[in-house]
């Protein structure tokens, strides 16, 4: 992997770790594009600039990162349940998933359900929770249960959670948000599984190109982060599903 190839996966991570467009799978398509080996080296890689992902979330919503946010995150642990405990008992059968094919799949497959989502979405009288410290424990846990689909390579964590928010009576602000905060035990599971298992994969890693990937991701992810939350104070998420379907041809079109 080159410094270039690092700049360009950090920016892709970091952009499409937190839309509903699925970061694992522009990581494989751009991977295969590139001609970047999946070696145990780059799954290194691919951890570090996942967990600088991790570090955007926190910094954006540090108020929410106290004690006093207790309640707030004992609902966001309990929607990380379902994807934590079926991730962990699955993770060999969820591994051969991982293909081309069933991404462009799942990417048209989720495109089409927000655009029907939204077709039915009216959020002015049937959403009323635009405070995600207002979320319900049985709210949360049906959000948690929608974000077992982004274990199915394509499907994206963000959007499977994002549905399942608006699904249960979430603003689309508060969706957003409520995903954005998920995705902190999530990732964080995920990223210290990895690091104990590729841990001596670090050693024989070109650090610089590690550095740019982190930095790259971070600093797009952050940026991200607050724009997605301006777009969606004019725009619906239906810009989301036309992208998810177009991109989904195209990779049946050109990687058949």
């Known amino acids: 992997m080159t410094i270039f190839d690092s700049i360009i996966l950090g920016v892709i991570e970091g952009f499409t770790e937190f839309l509903p467009i699925s970061s694992t799978g522009h990581l494989i398509v751009a991977s295969q594009f590139l001609a970047i080996e999946q070696n145990s080296i780059n799954k290194a890689y691919e951890v570090i600039i996942q967990f600088s992902a991790i570090l955007a979330v926190v910094l954006n919503y540090r108020d929410k990162f106290t004690i006093k946010k207790i309640n707030l995150w004992t609902k966001i642990f309990l929607a990380f349940l379902p994807i934590g405990t079926v991730g962990f008992l699955f993770s060999s059968q969820i591994k051969e998933l991982f293909s081309v094919n069933i991404v462009a799949i799942m990417f048209i497959i989720g495109g089409i359900i927000f655009l029907i ?107 991200t982060i607050k724009l997605f939350l301006k777009f969606l104070e004019t725009f619906t998420f239906v810009f989301f599903g036309v992208y998810r379907i177009i991109f989904g041809v195209v990779l049946l079109l050109f990687f058949n």
């Open 117 to 223: 989502v939204e077709k039915f979405f009216i959020q002015e009288e049937n959403h009323t929770v635009d405070n995600i410290e207002e979320i319900t424990l049985k709210q949360s846990m049906i959000i948690g249960f929608a974000q077992i689909f982004a274990l199915i390579p394509g499907t994206s964590r963000a959007g499977s959670t994002i549905i399942g928010a608006l699904l249960v009576g979430l603003s689309r602000k508060a969706s957003a948000e409520f995903s954005f905060l998920l995705a902190f035990p999530v990732m964080s599971a995920v990223t210290a599984y990895d690091m104990l298992k590729h841990y001596h994969e670090f050693s024989d890693a070109n650090l610089i190109i590690l550095a740019v990937g982190f930095v790259t991701s971070f600093i797009v992810a952050y940026l």
